[in-house]
């Protein structure tokens, strides 16, 4: 038993719980921008698969993994846009607009693999973005040992939680984007481009999503594999709705989720199932869909797809 | 006098109807014009082409003596047009500030400036004398003071035409009153109005000219002082049309309903019907009068079977259908006209036969043999209703949705009617239909009086509950605070008491001289 309560305040658990939750939270706040606008994007788990290949092949083509972070942002931007043109512009179904970019996407990049690297199943090992320790944060007891020294992105990921949030409750933009989520009708009436506002937060729901991605294949690990998001995406999905809407709610629930990924690995040495682990993020999402947890109410006309006029 | 707008030959062609035939409109600085037509006749498709919602096949548009193009609301804004929605456009999450600076945001650096959007507002409300809490979420709001934030939405952008779609539907007669108070002042300060509305008593006391629109086309515009109430519906319905119901006096009989101290709770577990005791008679109607909300709903609803009563016991004639299934309280003798029409009286995309059938659909004649549906009766039956009850256009085969608001009210109204039930129950039986449609839909109820029904009328409407019902009761707050007979009863005493008011203040209050 002490074993295991010493376990549950490793420092070593709570930096990996940081390193697991970073992806998630890259797509989580994704997922936010997305619905707060009122497409409902279930297709980040594709937009991170094709992030992390994106990263992974041009880090290995030009030796530059940092480059290979700007491919994937490009790249999630682009399936974005694709989302958003059906989901907004022909008015397509969300949810099913949403499963079939994660099937395209899981079959794009198996098939990109093979024809690239001929490899079944992962890429070569990639050039990635090295760990930072931070001068004076890593000094500081326990603390330090947790954050002083990660990934970049993992510090990136931080930081888009802060922006994010004064993004979405401290600017025109993010009034306008609540708005529009909201009652779209009501934002239209006063001049606010409904249209323009759901394209722009769903391009940037890919880019946040493909960082996600990114971190997965240059930075956690250092290639690429068959369907190595593993769900990540939905889990993302599951923190967003955890989290209210909110880029700090999703924070704790990226966090949380992390930490329950992170405490897996070692549990199974002490023999608790690595599945009962993975089915953590998704009891949560139903306790707190059935409103244990407060009641967590989405924007209004989350899905519903705008007509003029 | 000069005018700040002129419309000339509009015309608008949706996928089916002509919904604007070559109007001409036009608006006067300062004024306030009504315009007014049934459900259907063009108003609000007038106005959104305006507001640069809809574009116009053709016709021309001149504000401020310059011809315009209207493509979006954008440049309605510019041209300081603003419009205040039948239903809202309020953001409900957002406060009264941020709805009302949306779009049009002050900044500080790359920060949305919420502290001055309070300060604005602030100020605009003093200006006008439009009071509300800047920092209130919209949800909070009551209907009242959400349309208060919609017409300060349209000031703060500086609006000089302001147009309002049917604004009263959802007000209570004290926020009516002061809606037009509030419209007044802004005409004094120069604003020019354009009102929509079906309700000629509103057109008389409020507007300086009137415009009638019937089926898409103009029908003339008059001097407000120069018409009155016989007139202009008239010319709205295209015939002389009753305003007074004609009615005997009531020959009550026995009691057909009678609820005991009844209870009933929301789905949140909120008192909304506190032990109530009320009983209708046989040939009498009972008029529920009461803002919406405080309750009225949720006493039909424990009737008809469709809400669970917490405590208290209901009677229908000798059997007691307390907590009863809905078929079995209908079996008992119901008919039932529901205030929502399209979530609980029609099925939209059904035929007008088949929702004709509607809850009688398992019985004879409509089937033949154990389960056989017999189409030849369902369809003698749909003709005879559409005949007798004159619903437009006269088509048993065609979907429930395309008909106007008033005809569907017909179909609901047709089918409850001609079951003869012992107890009717019409909540909000006129809502959102227009004059000829009201006109015969109360003829109707009085009709079903006559032969024997009690009837239960709930109604927002104070002119219907007081042209039908023969003893009035008001609901505030869960209770029935006072049962009187309609001879009673005056709509200013109806008034005061649907506020909360009690009945032995009622002469204090009228001393100090509540304007009328």
Redesign the interface.
């Known amino acids: 038993m002490g074993e295991v309560l010493a376990l549950l305040f490793n420092t070593a658990v709570f930096a990996a719980a940081l390193r697991m939750a970073t992806p998630l939270i890259f797509a989580a706040l994704g997922g936010i921008f997305s619905e707060r606008s009122g497409v409902v994007n279930i297709a980040l788990e594709g937009m991170m698969l094709i992030g992390a290949f994106t990263a992974m092949f041009v880090s290995h083509q030009t030796g530059l993994p940092w480059l290979g972070v700007v491919g994937a942002v490009l790249a999630g931007i682009v399936i974005g846009l694709l989302h958003a043109f059906f989901c907004i512009h022909y008015r397509a179904n969300q949810v099913v607009v949403g499963t079939a970019i994660n099937i395209f996407a899981g079959g794009l990049t198996v098939f990109l693999l093979r024809y690239y690297f001929g490899a079944a199943g992962t890429s070569p090992s990639v050039p990635t973005i090295p760990d930072i320790t931070i001068p004076v944060l890593s000094q500081i007891p326990w603390i330090g040992r947790i954050i002083g020294r990660q990934n970049p992105l993992v510090y990136l990921a931080l930081l888009a939680v802060v922006v994010a949030h004064?993004v979405v409750y401290?600017?025109?933009w993010?009034?306008?984007l609540?708005?529009v989520g909201?009652?779209p009708?009501?934002?239209?009436?006063?001049?606010?481009h409904v249209f323009r506002m759901r394209y722009l937060a769903v391009a940037l729901s890919g880019a946040l999503a493909g960082l996600g991605g990114t971190y997965l294949s240059i930075a956690h690990l250092s290639r690429f594999s068959e369907g190595m998001t593993a769900g990540r995406g939905f889990i993302a999905l599951a923190a967003v709705i955890f989290g209210k809407w909110t880029p700090y709610g999703a924070l704790g629930a990226c966090l949380f989720f992390g930490y329950a990924d992170a405490l897996q690995m070692r549990l199974q040495d002490v023999g608790v199932p690595t599945q009962f682990m993975n089915m953590l993020p998704y009891v949560l999402t139903m306790v707190a869909l059935a409103g244990f947890i407060g009641k967590s109410v989405g924007p209004?006309a989350s899905g519903e797809p705008y007509i003029k006029? | 006098m000069d005018k700040v707008l002129e419309m000339h030959a509009i015309t608008k062609q949706f996928p089916r109807v002509l919904a604007n035939d070559q109007v001409d409109f036009d608006l006067e600085y300062g004024e306030i014009h009504a315009l007014v037509g049934e459900n259907g006749s063009g108003k609000s498709t007038l106005m959104n082409i305006l507001y640069g919602l809809y574009q116009q096949d053709a016709g021309e548009i001149v504000v401020r003596g310059r011809p315009v193009q209207i493509n979006e609301p954008r440049v309605a804004i510019d041209l300081k047009i603003g419009m205040v929605f039948q239903h809202f456009m309020l953001v409900e999450p957002l406060t009264v500030a941020e709805n009302i600076v949306l779009g049009a945001e002050l900044k500080k650096g790359l920060f949305f400036d919420s502290k001055r959007a309070v300060q604005e507002v602030e100020n605009l409300s003093r200006q006008y004398g439009l009071t509300i809490d800047p920092r209130a979420k919209i949800a909070d709001l009551s209907v009242g003071l959400q349309q208060r934030v919609e017409i300060l939405k349209a000031l703060y952008r500086g609006a000089e035409i302001l147009i309002l779609d049917e604004p009263t539907a959802v007000l209570t007669p004290q926020e009516v009153e002061d809606l037009f108070k509030v419209l007044r002042t802004l005409k004094a300060k120069g604003t020019s109005i354009v009102f929509i509305t079906h309700k000629i008593k509103e057109v008389l006391a409020l507007s300086d000219r009137v415009s009638v629109l019937r089926r898409g086309r103009k029908v003339g515009t008059k001097a407000t002082a120069e018409t009155d109430e016989q007139n202009l519906a008239e010319m709205m319905v295209g015939r002389v049309v009753l305003f007074n119901v004609d009615k005997k006096p009531a020959q009550p009989g026995p009691e057909v309903l009678r609820m005991e101290q009844l209870t009933v709770e929301d789905q949140f577990g909120q008192v909304k019907v506190d032990q109530v005791d009320l009983s209708v008679r046989k040939g009498e109607v009972l008029g529920i009068a009461g803002v919406e909300g405080n309750g009225q709903s949720e006493l039909v609803e424990a009737i008809a079977g469709l809400r669970k009563a917490a405590s208290g016991r209901i009677f229908l004639g000798d059997r007691e259908i307390t907590n009863s299934s809905p078929l079995k309280v209908r079996e008992a003798g119901f008919g039932y006209v529901p205030e929502d029409r399209h979530r609980r009286g029609l099925v939209l995309d059904y035929t007008v036969a088949d929702n004709l059938i509607l809850g009688i659909h398992g019985k004879k004649p409509f089937v033949k043999g154990c389960m056989i549906r017999d189409d030849q009766a369902v369809y003698e039956n749909a003709e005879q209703i559409i005949e007798q009850y004159d619903i437009r256009p006269p088509v048993a085969k065609q979907l429930a949705r395309s008909l106007s608001g008033g005809n569907q009210q017909k179909i609901v109204v047709g089918r409850e009617f001609t079951q003869n039930p012992d107890l009717l129950i019409c909540a909000q039986p006129t809502r959102g239909v227009d004059v000829g449609a009201i006109e015969f839909i109360h003829q109707q109820v009085i009709a079903q009086r006559d032969q024997g029904a009690a009837v239960l009328l709930v109604s927002a409407e104070l002119d219907e509950i007081l042209s039908l019902s023969d003893r009035v009761a008001v609901m505030y707050n869960g209770k029935i605070v006072s049962v009187m007979s309609a001879d009673e009863v005056t709509e200013h005493k109806l008034g005061f008491l649907m506020l909360g008011g009690r009945l032995e203040d009622y002469g204090a209050n009228e001393v100090n001289g509540h304007a009328k």
Not at chain 1, 185 to 192: I, L
């Open positions: 004064l401290r600017t025109p993010g009034l306008r609540r708005a909201e009652h009708r009501a934002a239209d009436t006063v001049g606010v209004k006029g």
